[in-house]
């Protein structure tokens, strides 16, 4: 440091920080000259506890990282499991996943939504974004039991199947979503004062984003159209019809527009979800990873006997390795499984997007001012406890 | 992706070629990392430009120790690969690839913090998750799962 700037410490204890995020900030006035990101201070081992966990034990683990969009966890590990034990997955469960990954991007899109406006000083979206995501909150807690973290996937499937409450939660929430965000958008969109903190602001274009590793709404921002729901479709999002929305600067405006649009879409394809369901099960009864059903523990000894040896050994994939990867809310969400052959894994290696996305930070907020860097913090949109794992 | 392609172009630096789930794994020799990296991203044909993950594998007793291994995804043709590298125990060094694919910088930063793998040339090598002070790196195997440091 010279004796001409400032170093500023923003956070571990900030509220524009979204979490225990630390950044180091060089300050010539109100100018930053340079930041230094310091993470790691929700570190959990999350990767090394999965080591020694259990393929079924894992998935409660996976809820722990990105708790905003915890759904997405679920199913970006469940697939990577799946893939490892080259198991279909029914119709009928691949489309209750994607109707869920999609409520699950509204909700972690709405709170992204409420908390950076009310960054930036706009207060109102916080209540409206939060009212919405309440009635989602509800529809995973009827389903699954727990709001942030529901766990409903299973290897193989669902944890149960659904019932007609939940399609028509999804037929009322979807009747009058796209209503509510045209309300969000009468706030913000053409917001003079929202335009002025956010258009021309944390600039990233397409090939920087690339060579940074970034995805989601940060490179579709930029004007790059990549999608993993389009690019490498998984739970049938081929038979979806919705649009990838982009932006042209790149800068945090265009990502406030990209995920106000991909609301829209996800609204459109939970319901077509819902509205297509296919007929049939929503597991693999036969496979050596799926637990036998609840009415056979009563009824067959061997049901017991596999039921007791899935909890106590669990099951134990093919030698080998895998990744998959899915288009969670904030970007390319990828597991990558090392299996040699026993029932915990030899390596589980989470790709998380907010970690990488924040790496672009630096980039972003050098040149600019101090009050710029709230602006653009929020909107990479990062869960710490994803980027420390 | 022509697989046969690939064989053709970097024959000498790739050694085993596998394809499990539809997946195709690379094991390249570490020597020739950077500049494997740097072809697999600028030939037309594989335009890899984009660096998904890199991390650490630890296969602690087997030998050789560890290996680091690349995700590779073309944005342009929408493939992947998956490139890996052994590394012996005594001396897990292998060359950075931030020259590459700039996302490398804290992807290498982690692997360095969790497996003490150690990266040449990179820019800014030291801990990212871990404090500064640690002792030891968490993900090897032979690192305790439970427990308080030594005294």
Redesign the interface.
């Known amino acids: 440091m010279s004796a001409e700037t400032l170093s500023l410490n923003l956070g571990p204890q900030h509220p524009s920080t979204h979490g225990v995020l630390r950044v180091v900030l060089e300050l010539d006035g109100e100018t930053v000259v340079d930041a230094r990101p310091d993470i790691g201070f929700l570190h959990r081992g999350i990767e090394k506890l999965a080591e020694n966990r259990t393929y079924h034990q894992i998935i409660v683990l996976t809820d722990r990282l990105d708790y905003l969009a915890a759904h997405s966890n679920n199913l970006a590990y469940v697939m990577a499991v799946e893939k490892l034990m080259a198991i279909d997955v029914p119709r009928r469960a691949q489309y209750v996943r994607a109707a869920l990954a999609e409520l699950q991007r509204i909700a972690s899109h709405l709170f992204w939504l409420g908390t950076h406006a009310h960054d930036l000083g706009a207060m109102t979206p916080l209540f409206y974004a939060l009212r919405e995501r309440e009635a989602l909150m509800d529809i995973f807690e009827s389903l699954a039991g727990s709001r942030l973290t529901p766990s409903f996937l299973r290897i193989g499937g669902l944890a149960a199947d659904i019932d007609a409450g939940f399609v028509e939660a999804v037929r009322s929430f979807t009747d009058t979503f796209q209503a509510r965000v045209d309300e969000y958008e009468t706030l913000l969109t053409e917001n003079p004062i929202w335009k002025y903190r956010t258009q021309g602001v944390g600039i990233l274009d397409a090939s920087d984003c690339i060579r940074l590793g970034i995805s989601g709404p940060m490179l579709r921002g930029a004007g790059q159209a990549l999608d993993l729901r389009k690019a490498q479709p998984y739970c049938c999002y081929e038979e979806f019809h919705f649009e990838i929305p982009a932006g042209t600067q790149g800068d945090v405006y265009d990502r406030y527009l990209v995920r106000i649009r991909e609301m829209r879409e996800s609204a459109r394809i939970a319901r077509q979800a819902v509205e297509g369901l296919p007929e049939g099960t929503w597991t693999v009864p036969g496979s050596p990873a799926v637990f036998p059903a609840k009415g056979d523990l009563k009824q067959d000894i061997t049901a017991v006997i596999r039921h007791f040896g899935l909890v106590m050994e669990g099951f134990k994939p093919p030698a080998g390795e895998v990744y998959h990867a899915i288009e969670s809310p904030r970007g390319e969400l990828g597991f990558y499984i090392v299996s040699d052959g026993g029932s915990r894994p030899l390596r589980l290696k989470v790709r998380p997007p907010s970690f990488v996305n924040l790496q672009g930070l630096v980039k972003m907020v050098r040149g600019r001012l101090l009050a710029d860097v709230v602006a653009i913090i929020g909107a990479v949109d990062i869960v710490l406890a994803e980027v420390d794992r | 992706m022509n697989l046969d392609a690939i064989r053709e172009r970097f024959g000498g630096a790739i050694g085993e070629v596998t394809v499990?789930?539809g997946?195709i794994?690379l094991t390249v020799d570490r020597d020739s990392i950077a500049s494997l990296c740097k072809a697999l991203r600028d030939e037309e044909a594989l335009a890899f430009?984009?660096?998904?993950?890199l991390?650490g594998?630890?296969?602690h007793p087997a030998a050789p120790r560890f290996e680091v291994?690349y995700?590779l995804?073309s944005?342009r043709h929408?493939h992947?690969l998956?490139v890996k590298v052994p590394l012996g125990a005594e001396d897990p060094v292998i060359d950075s690839v931030v020259p590459v694919?700039?996302?490398a910088?804290?992807?290498e930063r982690e692997c360095f913090d969790?497996f003490g793998i150690r990266f040449r040339n990179h820019p800014d090598l030291r801990?990212?998750?871990?404090?500064e002070d640690f002792e030891g790196h968490?993900?090897r195997k032979d690192?305790p799962?439970e427990g308080t440091a030594k005294p």
Do not use: A, K
Request: proline share 6%.
């Open positions: 499990f789930r997946e794994s430009d984009f660096l998904s993950d991390c594998v630890d296969r291994v995700h995804f944005v929408g992947r998956r694919w700039e996302t910088d804290w992807h969790l801990r990212i998750l871990l404090p968490p993900l690192f799962l």
